[in-house]
């Protein structure tokens, strides 16, 4: 059984991006995605089943801010914050932890990061998994 993942980011070319690494990875496959985070509200409706969200922060009509606002007490799955403003110390990491983030990852190379598996997959991976509980 694969681990369902939906992927929330306003770039189509992100989420071509990232959907192409999660394809790659064992036990994961994406089973939504999301161009803001009130497209991902109701994709989470229509997918109770989701077991992770990938989650970019900066998006048109609700932001991943707000996503985890009315996501986080009506979902189980697992959410990481994968964005390029959500670094390692910085204020929006903090933030996206306070409101239920279970963990960041940051984009390389900024909001479309061609180069998200060569530079950050190996981290992404191991979240994802960690998040998960898979081996």
């Keep these: 059984m694969a681990y369902k993942v939906m992927i929330v ?3 189509a070319m992100m989420r071509l991006y990232i959907s192409s690494f999660i394809n790659s990875q ?7 995605q999301a ?3 009130e497209e991902a509200l109701e994709k989470l409706l229509e ?9 970019d922060i900066e998006m048109p009509v609700m932001d991943g801010l707000e996503f985890l606002r009315h996501a986080r007490p009506n979902t189980s799955a697992k959410i990481c914050v994968l964005s390029s403003v959500a670094v ?3 204020k929006h990491a903090a933030k996206v932890r306070e409101l239920g983030a279970d963990a960041v990852v940051a984009k390389p190379s900024g909001t479309v ?9 190996v981290e992404l991976a191991e979240t994802m998994r960690k998040l998960v ?3």
């Design 9 to 11: 980011d306003d770039a």
């Design 133 to 135: 509980g898979a081996a």
């Design 113 to 121: 990061s061609h180069d998200l598996e060569e530079k950050a997959g």
């Design 88 to 90: 390692s110390g910085s």
């Design 35 to 37: 161009a803001n985070g």
């Design 47 to 55: 997918n109770p089943d989701i077991d992770l969200v990938l989650l």
């Design 26 to 32: 064992k036990g994961f496959k994406v089973a939504a």
